[in-house]
């Protein structure tokens, strides 16, 4: 089994009209044996700024304080929140700096930029990005993701639409991967205010 | 086939670890305290290579200690599994410690908590978990009979069941355990479930 699978992860992130969406599934487990079923694997960067992370869970954890150890920095150096692409591009270089030793991780980073345009991206390990302008996906769950999400995706969906939308694509695609599942956290952004969901699947 | 499992009750948490120091094929005691008391209000339950689940956890032990005598106050149990993960995941790609890590603790505020860390720094607070071979069994009588808020006697009757069900599935089961707990009266051997006493050195 390859060390990508060894915890189980699902994550998406899709773009609406003035908003994003980013879900994620709950499920850590260690290979076959499910250790907990309410794992965060979404965080918030700053109000407008979200990364999930996908792959060793371990790394999830060490990767996620140093990036927010850099941000409360950057606040600090330029009083003010980093933009999404710039954000990105410090991921990026964090992860190349471990290329001959990596962050088992693929992060999913989904924020508001300029004048609350949405902005998403994913990249692999060794941080090569891959901006997009629907939809991202990353974990074990990746492949189901890019069908369930390619069929129901629409641009410009409201909120409420993008979340039913998300939820639906995480869910359909959690439930053909045994690795990832018990249910999905889902945070909708807009420019005024953060909606914050758990939804409940197939528990197993 | 070293097993540790806990769980948390109603304001105290328990831990219960196998008691048996095996070298290949052949037990060296069968009365090896596995579950360390951190200070008065923690205990560290450990299972994994004996070196390493010694020193690591003596070399945990005493960094909760300086911390208290630094700083005058002790640390939560959130912060002192923190610790643990950190040190684990320093050491991960250098010169790992195989030893996973239930870290169970009452702190004042908060009330009972128990922390699963893996051994290669995954942290998650969980409210009953288990690891070795005895997972397989324990996880699922836990998840059968577990509930919030267990009183001592229930908490002790399901550890009881637990350990039932290792000594009789488990081919080569651990004959004795220690059952450690920590309330707001702090952290203490609660009782040992022995099916084989050691017989004491006999003396010159």
Same mark, same amino acid.
């Given at each position: 089994?390859s060390?990508?699978?060894?915890?189980?992860?699902?994550?998406?992130?899709?773009?609406?009209?003035?908003?994003?969406?980013?879900?994620?599934?709950?499920?850590?487990?260690?290979?076959?044996?499910?250790?907990?079923?309410?794992?965060?694997?979404?965080h918030?960067?700053?109000?407008k700024?979200?990364?999930?992370?996908?792959?060793?869970?371990?790394?999830?954890?060490?990767?996620?304080q140093?990036?927010?150890?850099?941000?409360?920095?950057?606040q600090?150096?330029?009083?003010?929140?980093?933009?999404?692409?710039?954000?990105?591009?410090?991921?990026?270089?964090?992860?190349?700096?471990?290329?001959?030793?990596?962050?088992?991780?693929?992060?999913?980073?989904?924020?508001?930029?300029?004048?609350?345009?949405?902005?998403?991206?994913?990249?692999?390990?060794?941080?090569?990005?891959?901006?997009?302008?629907?939809?991202?996906?990353?974990?074990?769950?990746?492949?189901?993701?890019?069908?369930?999400?390619?069929?129901?995706?629409?641009?410009?969906?409201?909120?409420?639409?993008?979340?039913?939308?998300?939820?639906?694509?995480?869910?359909?695609?959690?439930?053909?991967?045994?690795?990832?599942g018990?249910g999905?956290?889902v945070?909708?952004?807009?420019?005024?205010?953060?909606?914050?969901?758990?939804?409940?699947?197939?528990?197993? | 086939?070293?097993?540790?499992?806990? %769980?948390?009750?109603?304001?105290?948490?328990?831990?219960?670890?196998?008691?048996?120091?095996?070298?290949s094929?052949?037990?060296h005691k069968s009365?090896?305290?596995?579950?360390?008391?951190?200070?008065?209000?923690?205990?560290?339950?450990?299972s994994?290579?004996?070196?390493?689940?010694?020193?690591?956890?003596e070399?945990?032990?005493?960094n909760v200690?300086?911390?208290?005598?630094?700083?005058?106050?002790?640390?939560?149990?959130?912060a002192?599994?923190?610790?643990?993960?950190?040190?684990?995941?320093?050491? %991960?790609?250098?010169?790992?410690?195989?030893?996973?890590?239930? %870290?169970?603790?009452?702190?004042?505020?908060?009330?009972?908590?128990?922390?699963?860390?893996?051994?290669?720094?995954?942290?998650?607070?969980?409210d009953?978990?288990?690891?070795?071979?005895?997972?397989?069994?324990?996880?699922?009588?836990?998840?059968?009979?577990?509930?919030r808020?267990?009183?001592?006697?229930?908490?002790?009757?399901l550890?009881?069941?637990?350990?039932?069900?290792?000594?009789?599935?488990?081919?080569?089961a651990?004959?004795n355990?220690?059952?450690?707990?920590?309330d707001?009266?702090?952290?203490?051997?609660?009782?040992?479930?022995?099916?084989i006493?050691?017989?004491?050195?006999?003396?010159?």
């Amino acid at each position: 089994m390859s060390i990508f699978e060894y915890n189980g992860s699902a994550l998406v992130a899709m773009v609406g009209k003035n908003c994003f969406a980013i879900a994620s599934d709950r499920r850590l487990g260690v290979q076959l044996q499910t250790i907990a079923t309410d794992f965060q694997r979404i965080h918030k960067i700053h109000d407008k700024l979200y990364i999930g992370l996908s792959g060793l869970a371990t790394d999830v954890q060490t990767l996620y304080q140093r990036l927010v150890f850099r941000h409360k920095l950057y606040q600090l150096r330029e009083e003010r929140d980093m933009k999404p692409e710039t954000f990105a591009s410090v991921v990026s270089a964090i992860l190349y700096e471990k290329r001959f030793g990596p962050y088992l991780c693929q992060p999913v980073i989904a924020g508001l930029g300029d004048d609350d345009k949405p902005f998403i991206c994913t990249m692999d390990s060794i941080g090569a990005k891959e901006l997009a302008k629907d939809f991202v996906v990353a974990g074990t769950a990746a492949e189901s993701l890019y069908g369930a999400c390619e069929s129901m995706y629409k641009p410009d969906m409201e909120s409420d639409e993008l979340f039913e939308t998300v939820s639906q694509a995480l869910l359909a695609s959690v439930d053909r991967d045994c690795l990832s599942g018990w249910g999905g956290h889902v945070f909708v952004v807009t420019p005024t205010e953060v909606i914050e969901k758990t939804l409940k699947g197939r528990m197993d | 086939m070293e097993c540790v499992f806990g %769980l948390v009750g109603d304001g105290f948490a328990v831990v219960v670890a196998d008691t048996s120091a095996v070298h290949s094929i052949l037990v060296h005691k069968s009365n090896e305290d596995k579950i360390m008391i951190l200070d008065s209000h923690k205990l560290l339950g450990a299972s994994g290579e004996s070196g390493d689940r010694v020193q690591f956890t003596e070399y945990i032990q005493k960094n909760v200690h300086l911390y208290q005598f630094r700083n005058g106050i002790p640390l939560t149990t959130a912060a002192a599994a923190n610790f643990t993960r950190g040190e684990l995941a320093t050491a %991960l790609r250098k010169n790992p410690y195989f030893v996973n890590i239930l %870290l169970a603790g009452y702190d004042k505020e908060t009330g009972p908590s128990l922390y699963y860390i893996d051994y290669i720094a995954t942290l998650h607070k969980i409210d009953k978990g288990a690891f070795g071979y005895g997972s397989y069994f324990c996880l699922a009588l836990m998840d059968r009979h577990y509930h919030r808020g267990m009183s001592v006697e229930e908490a002790i009757d399901l550890v009881d069941k637990c350990i039932m069900e290792i000594r009789s599935r488990l081919v080569v089961a651990p004959p004795n355990f220690v059952i450690k707990i920590v309330d707001k009266d702090g952290a203490r051997e609660f009782a040992w479930r022995e099916s084989i006493k050691d017989v004491g050195a006999p003396t010159a």
